[in-house]
């Protein structure tokens, strides 16, 4: 094995095209750098050399699990910033952030991860279909593996890529939540759009421009679309398959409005058990909303009243 920076290894199965495409190779090698093999040490440039009588190590079910849900929650942090961006990381690499907090701060992302395990009804046996369908047509168009996951992976892409491909279908043969599914799917599409996944973050969606961001959703609300078109065709279950875009529509709809929403909710101070805030939420000091109130006035039985004294519309 070289020393010398590895380079990427193309992979043509539609599955491990997915598992590229998705960022979950990249995820999986940001979680554990060893995912290879347990006796390889890190050279310069990622592997050195091998220590002796060391087998490959296996991925389990719950190693791949933590790294989707990485994935997930790197997706949906910039999913966040895309809809309220502020001056963490993810807002400053899109190109598009502000001098204060903004939605991560207030931990939207918890409330569009628990929405969407909730509220998207997205069956296992649908999304599986439409993960196979998007792996199809990947096929047809295979790409690299990442230069950021490259040099954690090595030489041995291959391999990994198929070890991963195996416990991915044991995964998804268990429970499955739609969050985790949704942002594969999202993550898919950012680098079919961009065709790029290299970057920073793990999730190719993060590594987006803010105006990439965009296009994303625009081509997935778009009913002529390729990329819909590439999402649905190869779906083999026809009732799947008629009910595919309005599953997307949904979907599409539900995480543009739940991202601005839990950002300016008070769902991250906000105590049930009291009915009260423990502070002035984030989204009251971005929307300068009833500066003069106290925190404690949130759940109570009355309004503040109508929006500067309109009393009908």
């Known amino acids: 094995m070289s020393e010398d920076k590895p380079s990427n290894v193309p992979i043509n199965s539609g599955r491990r095209q997915l598992l590229i495409g998705s960022g979950l190779l990249g995820a999986a090698a940001a979680v554990n750098p060893g995912m290879a093999f347990a006796g390889w040490r890190r050279g310069h440039w990622g592997w050195g050399h091998p220590e002796e009588n060391v087998e490959p190590v296996d991925w389990t079910v719950e190693q791949l699990r933590t790294a989707l849900d990485a994935l997930r929650d790197d997706t949906f942090f910039a999913m966040i910033a895309f809809g309220v961006p502020g001056d963490d990381p993810y807002s400053e690499y899109q190109g598009v952030s502000t001098p204060y907090p903004g939605g991560i701060t207030t931990r939207a992302d918890l409330y569009l991860s628990g929405g969407t395990d909730l509220l998207v009804p997205m069956p296992t046996a649908f999304m599986n279909q439409m993960l196979a369908s998007i792996a199809t047509y990947l096929r047809l168009s295979p790409m690299d593996i990442p230069e950021m996951a490259s040099e954690d992976v090595g030489e041995n892409g291959e391999w990994i890529l198929e070890n991963l491909d195996r416990t991915f279908t044991e995964y998804l043969e268990g429970e499955v939540s739609n969050s985790v599914l949704v942002a594969l799917l999202l993550n898919l599409a950012a680098t079919r759009v961009a065709g790029s996944i290299d970057g920073p973050f ?98 109570s039985d009355d309004f503040i009243g109508y929006f500067q004294g309109r009393r009908s519309v």
């Not at 875009?245 to 979907?251: E, R, Y």
Request: net charge negative; proline share 9%; aromatic share 14%.
């Open 202 to 299: 793990p999730s190719p969606f993060a590594n987006l421009s803010w105006d990439q961001k965009a296009r994303v959703f625009e081509e997935l609300e778009n009913q002529h679309s390729w990329l819909r078109r590439a999402i649905t065709w190869a779906i083999p279950d026809w009732h799947y398959r008629e009910a595919a875009p309005g599953v997307l529509n949904l979907m599409i709809s539900f995480m543009l409005r739940v991202s601005g929403f839990g950002s300016y909710c008070e769902f991250a101070v906000f105590n049930p058990a009291t009915r009260e805030v423990a502070q002035r939420p984030l989204g009251w000091v971005l929307s300068q909303y009833a500066p003069d109130a106290p925190p404690s006035g949130i759940g």
